[in-house]
């Protein structure tokens, strides 16, 4: 496949005529809108039927939540070797507390596909925020471990889960070692039923790494507790964050060059983002907001405010203001080039697979260059 940028006095006719392909199929692959209007600066995903290059085997997991559309996931679930079912709670006496909305129809879904639907637990207080005093509660109490494993496999069991994903945060610092220990014993457990378990990691550069995301992970414990791990990669543009790229290709390379020295490759998923962050400008700590929008609607809002869609050399992600009501507005999302320099990282390092935070929001293009670029195990 090939990226075209689109330039000032494009078409789509112009566009299909000079590379000989179907109008509608770039309609299609790029999820383009009536009257397919584009942007200057947008990039869009070709099928020129060139010849297939080698391309390596990974995984690719996307984490989403019950209440999904289902032609979405129907639509993503044929890229997808994992589907993780966001989320599983527990409380300070091992019971587990299972999604808010039905779980069913998802697992069903994702066998159907041959995808495998993966349990993913979190430590969510009653204020629906990460809760550090539960997580100390599970992996310090034996007791209290134990009732949650069980109530883990019999769900498991129950439910048809074939995996099971940790995905704690804020873990106090002196938790690492217990919370490690934990993982290797949901390993244990688990892999007796023939299923693997995966576990979460902030994006750290080194092991001493200041700040509540970091101090309760060590990278070297939990490569050797878990089957596998995901590189969080994602969340430096954020909703109260400054305006920037949310997943820049050097901050991430970074992550990766630490991770590699505590972990193999092969256990190594490299966390994607599916999204994007529109500011109002100017940006004002502890004041402004970010919106999130699909990587989809910020090629919408161009589009509707005539913005030219820039690309930062450094970063590798586009960017664009727009004017509005007043008020200027930045923002930042992935396209189909910024996600080749995320694929052409998992094949430099021969990483285990890419994981997508979230798959709410259908990005066909991803999927299709995804496609194009690896195979991808289980499909």
Known sequence: MTIYTVKSGDTIDTIANSHSINVDTIIYNNQLSYPYRLAVGQALLLNTGASEADRNIITAGGYAY???????????????????????????????????????????????????????????????????????????????????????????????????DIDFEYILAEDRISFARFVANVREAVNELGYPVSVALAPKTSDSQPGLLYGGKDYGLLGEAADSVLLMTYEWGYTYGPPMAVAPIHKVREVVDYALTRIPPEKINLGIPNYGYDWTLPYER?????????????????????AVIQFDQTAMSPYFHYELDGLTHEVWFEDVRSLREKFSLIREYHLRGADYWQIMNLFRANWLLLADTFYISGT
């Open 286 to 306: 502890g004041v402004s907001k970010a919106r999130t929008i699909s990587n989809t609607e910020a090629i919408e809002i161009a589009v509707a405010n005539n």
């Open 66 to 164: 019950p209440f999904i559309r289902r032609f979405t996931l129907t639509e993503t679930l044929p890229y997808l070797t994992n589907l993780f079912v966001f989320s599983y709670g527990f409380t300070t006496m091992g019971e587990l507390i299972p999604p808010a909305l039905d779980d069913t129809w998802m697992i069903a879904l994702a066998k159907e596909n041959h995808t495998a639907p993966i349990l993913t637990l979190t430590p969510f207080g009653p204020d629906g925020m990460f809760n550090n005093y539960l997580i100390s509660a599970l992996v310090n109490d034996m007791e209290v471990q134990q009732t949650f494993l069980s109530n883990l496999l019999e769900t498991i069991t129950e439910k048809g889960y074939e995996g099971v």
